[in-house]
């Protein structure tokens, strides 16, 4: 194939990735900028000049389904043989080819669930646990994981980044995580973070393993780098070694999964840590209308400066729309939720009416506890639907329970005395739901929220006739249930906005966009604040000519709830607010803490703090001091058969030979080390820093 030929479909900007094959190279793509065409288009046009061999490139993503694609489009292009994977699949590719030869022994299973050896731990600790609290045990388990948390640091790490379970208390966490952690270790089995941290720790460990994977894959490719976690960062560089061809695509206004332990300053703070990095901006629209992209640029520009918001850092784009005028963006506020989930409903028969595809429409929400009003809406009218992401309202396990009570609480004639909303919510309360919702995120949560929108129901029902029975009540729920019956083929998408990353449809629904949903009521810290409205940028850039944003006074009428903040100057007749996400907090700690002790600026990322001042500030530290803390650390870690990272960072090595403490109270004043890093490594550390 033509070299050049390749190039003649590209925009300018697009035609600069594809054409700058020496790296660092970071992409900053708006949402519908066409980034995988511009990398595949990169690597390919490497192949065909020449410059790239096709097995000597590693590109990596986040989902199957991404990394598919991008084979698809290679093998167009001519370009068969590149290795385009997931995280996992690669490192477990190299792991089963290398492991063996190290070790002497196969890799060790991949638990298929990790649910049983959890709740095992947990039965050992007689830590009472039910589904729910198994799942929130599973995802924080999963998060300290992936952002190299130990379990002894955990209670006080996941204080810094607020992470709260309605179900159980950090300290439980660590426990149950220490003892799930022996039990994996018992059976010789290894779980799915434990793919990446053992490929970091081959790497680490064996250079001739890391020299024979460096000079395999002489040239990377990450997209999604917005998504990406401080242990898949790690292995990036791993895998790089001392080279610079490393291209990273991402967009630093879709940080959407900090939750699950993504960190969008690796992407904004690239150019600072690669010298020489060549950054390009794809900033053309081809997915959206004018109007739409209007109204993502207007959600964004509340921010001000996006990504980690130290000197250098790169922002997100100002999307400018290539495709054709259409139509204007809806803006409706609704007196209760019913109303609004039937109006949403109406609006996508209009659109089916214009010739629009139900299968080219979607229904976008923050939390899945708010899909059975619009399930009800849509089945009420006919309009068939699907639940992507979660099992449907009526099909989940704290719903069929709930169903089941109240089927037996009829038989046995009723469930309390009063109304039938009252009745309803005996019988909840017997099942553990509470008036007030737990504190904290989590499955917990979730069900509580499940149960809370049945409780609604209820309500709904008894405001519209006062003497509507329990059997009614359960009578109407079992046929809200029994009427998920639409052929999923057809239909239109209801899915939470988490799971609509990467997807787009003609026609987007994007509701509950009111105070205590979009921002989440949990989310109150700025960082926090300014992911809610990403999720809010990200729903609305799904949408490819037709968007509706609605949201409702109050659950059930009489309310008084506002549209949310962030539609503030994005909706007609709207000025915009001084964004929450710009103002700073009080905080705890002292200003020295948070500001650059060289250029007296503020400090943002936890490297910077950390470290104490921004990491493209001169540092004052010892070259020979680091190199002496960082063999302390290699031994360490081959006594404990742990990654390097696993005993302390390199960040907080090189806040040890900057700042030179000389007792247990100044060690833990370096962010990092805690008083059982103390106990393990502080006299180690100390006489090392007083030797200088």
């Known amino acids: 194939m033509d070299p050049d030929s390749l190039l003649q479909a590209l925009d300018p900007e697009q035609r600069q990735v594809a054409t700058t094959l020496a790296g660092p190279v970071a992409v900053i793509a708006g949402a519908g900028t066409g980034k995988t065409r511009a990398i595949t288009h990169r690597i390919a046009y490497g192949v065909h000049t020449g410059v790239y061999q096709p097995t000597s490139v590693l590109a990596v993503t986040f989902t199957t389904r991404a990394a598919g694609e991008m084979r698809g489009r290679l093998q167009q292009l001519g370009v068969p043989g590149v290795q385009a994977r997931t995280f996992h699949s690669a490192a477990l590719r190299q792991l089963q080819y290398f492991w063996p030869r190290v070790h002497g022994s196969p890799l060790p299973a991949i638990l298929d669930n990790r649910m049983g050896l959890v709740a095992e731990a947990a039965g050992r600790l007689r830590v009472q646990v039910d589904t729910s609290v198994l799942r929130d045990l599973v995802g924080e388990i999963s998060w300290a994981k992936v952002s190299n948390v130990v379990p002894a640091d955990y209670p006080a790490i996941a204080d810094s980044f607020n992470r709260t379970l309605a179900s159980v208390t950090p300290e439980v966490v660590a426990r149950v995580f220490e003892g799930y952690e022996e039990a994996k270790r018992a059976r010789d089995r290894i779980d799915f973070e434990d793919i990446l941290l053992c490929a970091t720790a081959l790497l680490t460990d064996q250079t001739d393993v890391a020299d024979e994977i460096r000079r395999t894959y002489r040239h990377l490719v990450v997209d999604e780098y917005q998504d990406v976690s401080p242990l898949q960062e790690t292995l990036v560089n791993l895998w790089l070694g001392d080279r610079s061809d490393l291209c990273v695509v991402g967009d630093p206004a879709q940080t959407i999964h900090s939750f699950a332990g993504a960190r969008a300053d690796y992407l904004t703070g690239f150019a ?39 000197a250098g850092a790169m922002t997100a784009v100002t999307l400018q729309a ?113 008036t007030e919702p737990p504190t904290g995120g989590g499955q917990r949560r979730e069900r509580w929220e499940s149960l809370a929108a049945l409780a609604s129901v209820a309500d709904d029902l008894v405001a519209q006739d006062e003497f509507t029975t329990l059997d009614a009540v359960v009578a109407e729920l079992q046929r809200r249930a029994d009427a998920q019956h639409a052929p999923v083929a057809q239909g239109v998408t209801l899915a939470t906005i988490h799971s609509a990353k990467g997807l787009e449809w003609d026609a987007v629904a994007v509701v509950g966009v009111h105070e205590g949903t979009l921002p989440f009521i949990l989310a109150t810290k700025p960082h926090e604040l300014a992911e809610e409205r990403r999720l809010l940028y990200v729903a609305v850039t799904r949408a490819r000519e037709h968007l ?145």
């Open 322 to 434: 290539q495709r054709p005028s259409g139509p204007a963006p809806e803006f409706v506020e609704a007196p209760d939720e019913a109303t609004e989930a039937a109006r949403v409903a109406d609006w996508l028969a209009a659109r089916r009416a214009d010739g629009v595809d139900y299968r080219e429409m979607a229904v976008l929400f923050r939390i899945n506890a708010q899909s059975p009003a619009f399930e009800q809406a849509l089945a009420d009218r006919d309009i068939p639907y699907l639940v992507r992401g979660a099992e449907r309202f009526y099909e989940r396990p704290e719903v069929r329970q709930a169903l089941g009570a109240l089927t037996a609480a009829t038989k046995a004639g009723g469930g309390g005395d009063g109304s039938a909303a009252a009745e309803v919510r005996a019988v909840l309360t017997g099942l553990g739901w509470t």
């Open 272 to 310: 600072r840590r690669h010298r020489d990095t060549t950054v390009i901006r794809l900033v053309r629209d081809y997915r959206s209308t004018p109007q739409v992209v209007d109204v993502a640029n207007r959600i964004m520009r509340a921010t001000g400066r996006e990504g980690s918001g130290s």
């Open 548 to 692: 509706h944003v609605s949201w409702s006074r109050s659950r059930s009428g009489g309310g008084n709830r506002r549209a949310s903040r962030f539609l503030d100057g994005v909706r007609p007749d709207t000025a915009p607010s001084a964004p929450a996400v710009g103002r700073e907090p009080r905080r705890r700690r002292s200003a020295q803490a948070a500001r650059c002790r060289v250029c007296g600026n503020s400090l943002t990322s936890g490297v910077e703090r950390k470290l104490g001042r921004h990491e493209d500030c001169p540092s004052t530290f010892d070259e020979d001091l680091l190199a002496e803390l960082k063999d302390w650390r290699t031994d360490r870690a081959k006594e404990q058969k742990l990654p390097a990272y696993c005993i302390v960072t390199d960040a907080t090595l090189q806040a040890l030979a900057e700042q030179l403490p000389t007792d247990e109270q100044g060690l833990l004043g370096i962010s990092g080390i805690g008083r059982v890093k103390i106990e393990k490594y502080g006299a180690d550390l100390l006489e090392i820093l007083r030797r200088e």
